[in-house]
């Protein structure tokens, strides 16, 4: 894709968030309907139905070619990397959504035959938006992000994970998480993967991880981090697969080898 193109998607996808996210902030102020999914801690309201049709409306009218990629389902059915695809979220962290009314974000990440080219990440209720394009660095509110500094250490460092994690679980070998927790300077959760990539880009956490998480959870943080020297893989080191549901560590290459090989092992 050509750079004159490129700019001109971003553009056009920074517009449409900035209108989501004006009109998540009415309707978060209006009665709204809650439901479950998988489970009854995997919530669903009737705002992220509605901001999903949003984007896919107007993508499929602006750019018939493109693919959509959804939580909610009312994009594509894509078994290929093959074109162009956005990846959505249109409320990532929907029970702070439905909770608290805040610490939630709308991420979109624009990928072009499997490569990540446009990252947003939007703090809706802060009005704080993270973009990224690749290959022009990361920025906070049209401010450039420094790149992460490369001499971190992991006892300096602040984590990101939940809690969950850290008992007893069919996933992850607790005993490696409590050590890892030990070993850094504090431990965090925000309730939304999509903020604690952008947090990790700008350098107020060092490092997030989880078990498991799907394509629209990660799609716009990865370009954002990789803007700033950052990495994301699979807990084992091995790359990301954009269409599936992942394992992930991103943070500071620093101390990407050091939690990967000393403190996650997977059962």
């Known amino acids: 894709m050509e750079r004159k193109e490129l700019h001109s998607l971003f553009e056009q996808g920074k517009?449409?968030?900035?209108?989501?996210?004006?009109?998540i902030r009415i309707d978060v102020e209006k009665p709204f309907e809650v439901n479950t999914k998988a489970d009854r801690k995997d919530l669903v309201t009737e705002v992220d139905e509605k901001v999903e049709a949003f984007f896919a409306?107007?993508?499929?009218?602006?750019?018939?070619?493109?693919?959509?990629?959804?939580?909610?389902?009312?994009?594509?059915?894509?078994h290929s990397v093959d074109g162009v695809i956005w990846v959505i979220d249109p409320i990532d962290g929907t029970m702070n959504f439905?909770?608290?009314?805040?610490?939630?974000?709308?991420?979109?990440?624009?990928?072009?035959d499997g490569e990540g080219l446009i990252g947003f990440i939007?703090?809706?209720?802060?009005?704080?938006?993270?973009t990224a394009i690749k290959g022009e660095g990361a920025y906070k509110n049209g401010e450039r992000l420094p790149m992460l500094g490369q001499n971190r250490k992991l006892e300096d460092s602040l984590l990101a994970m939940n809690a969950f994690w850290s008992m007893p679980?069919?996933?992850?070998?607790?005993?490696?998480?409590?050590?890892?927790i030990r070993k850094v300077r504090g431990t965090r959760s925000y309730g939304s993967a999509a903020l604690e990539f952008a947090f990790v880009a700008e350098g107020i956490i060092d490092a997030y991880i989880t078990m498991r998480l799907s394509p629209w959870d990660i799609a716009g943080g990865i370009v954002i981090v990789n803007e700033v020297g950052g990495i994301t893989t699979?807990?084992?080191?091995?790359?990301?697969?954009?269409?599936?549901?992942?394992?992930?560590?991103?943070?500071?290459r620093a101390v990407h080898q050091d939690i990967v090989n000393h403190y996650i092992r997977e059962k």
């Open 15 to 23: 517009q449409w968030i900035l209108e989501a996210g004006e009109q």
């Open 57 to 78: 409306k107007r993508i499929r009218h602006t750019y018939p070619e493109h693919k959509v990629l959804g939580e909610e389902g009312l994009g594509d059915e894509i």
């Open 98 to 112: 439905v909770h608290q009314r805040r610490n939630f974000a709308i991420s979109i990440g624009i990928y072009v």
């Open 122 to 130: 939007y703090d809706v209720m802060a009005d704080v938006l993270y």
């Open 169 to 180: 679980n069919r996933r992850l070998d607790e005993a490696g998480v409590h050590e890892l």
């Open 234 to 252: 699979q807990v084992d080191g091995s790359p990301i697969n954009i269409l599936e549901k992942n394992t992930v560590i991103t943070c500071n």
